[in-house]
């Protein structure tokens, strides 16, 4: 796959093979290299937006959870961290698929952004650390966590391993003292 391999080996033949079928069946499933790439795109919404948005009253639990998810979907899914954080699907498809690759990134940070903002109306936000600032570091927290864990064991220890970094982070944001002491069981 894309997400496993690069673009470059995004071919009818390597398609075929991986399905166990001839390069010629599998334009019997779906009609062009085009419709397969739109198929893919489509996985990829279903898989990052199951579930989407998660609901707590705390924006900080909802940010918790988005967190965790993430790494879930990761774990069982080989090559969907690089899918998401790389532009080979895009670039693979046309302008459309490109832009639909965007709107999923884009979505996922206003979700972040606006659970932060808030969070900062809320008083719950350590003074000093700004929303931008925050989204900036769950996000690159939860693509470093998702290059890092790609390249170590299987996903046996994931969640534990997300929850864990999850809580590190929010210990890190979250005003209330409570809460942190709470978070750090």
Not at 88 to 106: H, S, T, V, W, Y
């Amino acid at each position: 796959s894309i997400g496993d391999r690069g673009l470059r080996h995004f071919t009818a033949q390597e398609i075929g093979r991986r399905l166990g079928i001839s390069d010629a069946a599998v334009f019997r499933h779906l009609p062009s290299k085009q419709a397969i790439i739109r198929a893919a795109i489509d996985r990829l919404e279903q898989l990052l937006f199951e579930d989407f948005p998660p609901v707590d009253a705390d924006p900080m639990v909802r940010l918790g959870k988005f967190f965790c998810r993430r790494a879930a979907t990761a774990a069982s899914q080989p090559g969907f961290a690089r899918l998401m954080f790389c532009e080979d699907l895009g670039r693979a498809g046309e302008p459309e698929e490109n832009e639909r690759i965007q709107a999923f990134k884009q979505r996922s940070a206003r979700f972040v952004r606006g659970c932060l903002e808030e969070a900062r109306a809320r008083g719950m936000l350590v003074p000093g650390i700004g929303t931008q600032e925050a989204s900036f570091l769950i996000m690159g927290a939860l693509m470093a966590f998702l290059f890092a864990r790609h390249l170590a064991e299987a996903d046996l220890t994931l969640r534990r391993d997300a929850e864990h970094l999850w809580k590190k982070l929010e210990l890190v944001l979250r005003r209330d003292r409570r809460n942190r002491i709470r978070s750090r069981r």
